[in-house]
């Protein structure tokens, strides 16, 4: 079964001038079809602006549909009473770590969710407990959150989605802010729980390394879905993706640009193994 | 005419137990016209060492020297040193403030103390170079598009005409084709004028593509300087302090171990490509 399944969905904002009439409609969300199996990784691409974080808000109901219908877990997100039940199934964690930690300790920030959803007290602990072994941050539990790295608040922000047991975990471009070390940490965190735990994960972003491990890979642009497929598929259409304001992983453009001066090379090389195999050198 | 830091260290804390030194020793001479990046692991120095360069930060020993003048001494004008350094914070856009991007950006400029028709001249100038659309010029800052809202931000800074512009990961958080548009207008911008721009980033690869010297910062010290071919040849050390190399030069150094004669030090896509094509016995 689809956990989440978008059929012809459109989101709307209007603009409104200084006396509150509509001065024009901007269309974020144009008629994208999605589908998300559980337990699967999936990622999303797209220039800034290009309706990506739309759509993550609309998967857990932040945004509802203009048009078109939104599957979450087999709850329709138009209807308001399913709004406490989408946003248990499917957990979000977005762009800037400082956003969104609230608690004076890291293990009270990751039970504040539980504990909102009125868990009793003795399985939150629990649930707080493995929730952060499962990112790695155990060893942190007492200290304060401003004191870590912007990787492990990050991490600490996961363990707190986690610990509401959704089923499934949206990553709003959880590494833009980071450095290059804290990237890695938080996309191999987001491997594991897909891996480890099952758990269904869909990743926005805009760097390429980061969707290379996905099963499955949506373009945006302008709203619409413009490409999908799987990551070598993908990224095997380098002047495609480059129109949408993307690019391909560095490796992968080399191969491409050595096919155009005339070497025999395949579409989509994604590591640098690959390159060195097809380059045939004897 | 040059920039020169000798033996600053920068404390912050001290006579406590949370005393840090954030800056140790740091010797550097920067000449005019170059282009330069900084790389460093996350709190290695770079942020506190460029802030040290426009005198926002003001060393705990040692001494800055902007065009041979000592900018401790009392009688410096640091104003005058800010408004001819000029910094492009990390997310600059956070930094706008007023009512349409045409009076943002010349606010830097009626600060130096330029008559409004001067002032007027140097916004144009600035907002033309930075490839901002002119249907723009008066709308509010805050109803941009992330990208544009970055080139307004960058905008203001060259409206005040800095002989050295240093800029702090200019490119955090843009997409791929926002972030080779603003590095390429930096870079025409530095091949036009001849100004100083020193480039603080996280990536290699950006860094590998544009610049001329490299300097590495570690633990509060200088851990290289070099050309990036020099720089990037050294990937063991660099990995030690946690940092990398870009993608083609590991490319090259496998094809090296395994006994292909590559030169290690190619660090962009085109050079890699060439030096392929050279083992493959043809012409670039």
């Known amino acids: 079964m689809n956990i989440i399944e978008a059929k012809q969905l459109v989101h709307e904002f209007f603009r409104r001038d200084e006396e509150g009439n509509i001065e024009g409609i901007q269309v974020a969300l144009n008629k994208v079809d999605l589908k998300v199996e559980a337990g699967q990784f999936i990622s999303i691409l797209g220039h800034n602006g290009s309706g990506k974080s ?183 259409r380098v002047d495609e993706l480059k129109s949408h304001r993307m690019d391909v992983p560095q490796i992968t453009l080399l191969a491409h640009e050595l096919k155009k001066s005339g070497l025999d090379i395949p579409d989509g090389i994604l590591t640098r193994e690959e390159l060195i195999n097809v380059l045939n050198l004897g | 005419m040059s920039l020169i830091l000798d033996k600053v260290s920068y404390k912050y804390s001290t006579g406590t137990a949370y005393e840090v030194t954030a800056l140790d ?5 920067i000449e005019d016209g170059q282009f330069i990046g900084i790389i460093g692991h996350t709190g290695s120095g770079k942020s506190t060492l460029i802030q040290h360069l426009n005198g926002l930060l003001k060393a705990t020993e040692g001494s800055i020297y902007y065009n041979g003048q000592d900018i401790y001494d009392k009688d410096y004008d640091l104003k005058d040193l800010r408004t001819q350094v000029g910094m492009v914070f990390q997310y600059p856009e956070h930094q706008l403030f007023e009512t349409t991007v045409f009076e943002d950006v ?5 600060n130096q103390g330029l008559d409004d028709k001067e002032a007027t001249l140097r916004a144009y100038e600035a907002l033309r170079s930075v490839g901002f659309p002119e249907d723009y010029y008066d709308q509010s800052p805050f109803e941009l598009s992330g990208g544009q809202k970055r080139r307004a931000a960058i905008a203001g800074v060259l409206a005040m005409k800095p002989a050295v512009l240093i800029l702090d990961e200019p490119t955090a958080g843009l997409d791929p084709k926002g972030r080779d548009e603003i590095l390429g207008l930096i870079s025409d911008m530095h091949k036009k004028t001849g100004n100083t721009v020193i480039l603080v980033s996280h990536s290699m690869e950006d860094v590998a593509n544009y610049v001329d010297r490299i ?63 050279k083992l493959k016995g043809m012409n670039a």
């Open chain 2, 106 to 110: 010349k606010f830097g400029p009626k």
């Open chain 2, 25 to 29: 020793q740091v010797s550097l001479k």
């Open chain 1, 54 to 236: 739309t759509l993550a808000k609309h998967i857990n109901a932040l945004l509802t549909p203009s048009d078109g219908t939104l599957y979450v877990d087999g709850k329709d997100t138009a209807d308001s009473n399913n709004e406490l039940a989408i946003r248990q199934s499917a957990g979000m964690v977005f762009q800037n770590p400082d956003n969104q930690i609230i608690a004076s300790i890291v293990e009270e920030d990751v039970g504040f969710g539980p504990e909102n959803m009125g868990v009793p007290t003795d399985e939150i602990w629990e649930r707080v407990e493995r929730s952060l072994k499962s990112v790695g941050m155990w060893k942190y539990h007492a200290h304060s959150p401003n004191k870590l790295s912007g990787g492990q608040k990050q991490r600490v922000a996961i363990a707190g989605v986690m610990a509401m047991e959704p089923k499934c975990i949206i990553l709003d471009e959880p590494t833009a802010m980071l450095d290059p070390d804290g990237r890695k940490e938080v996309i191999k965190v987001a491997h594991e729980l897909n891996r480890k735990k099952g758990m269904t994960v869909i990743l926005i972003t805009h760097y390429m390394e980061e969707v290379v491990g996905s099963d499955y890979v949506y373009v945006m642009d302008k709203g619409k879905v413009v490409m999908e497929g799987e990551p070598r598929d993908i990224f095997s």
């Open chain 2, 215 to 277: 300097i590495v910062m570690n633990d509060a010290k200088v851990y290289m300087d070099g050309t990036p071919k020099e720089v990037f040849g050294r990937a063991k050390d660099l990995e030690e302090i946690g940092l990398a190399v870009p993608e083609v030069t590991y490319l090259m150094m496998e094809l090296k171990n395994r006994g292909w004669n590559v030169d290690v030090s190619a660090t962009t896509v085109e050079e890699g490509k060439n030096e392929i094509l």
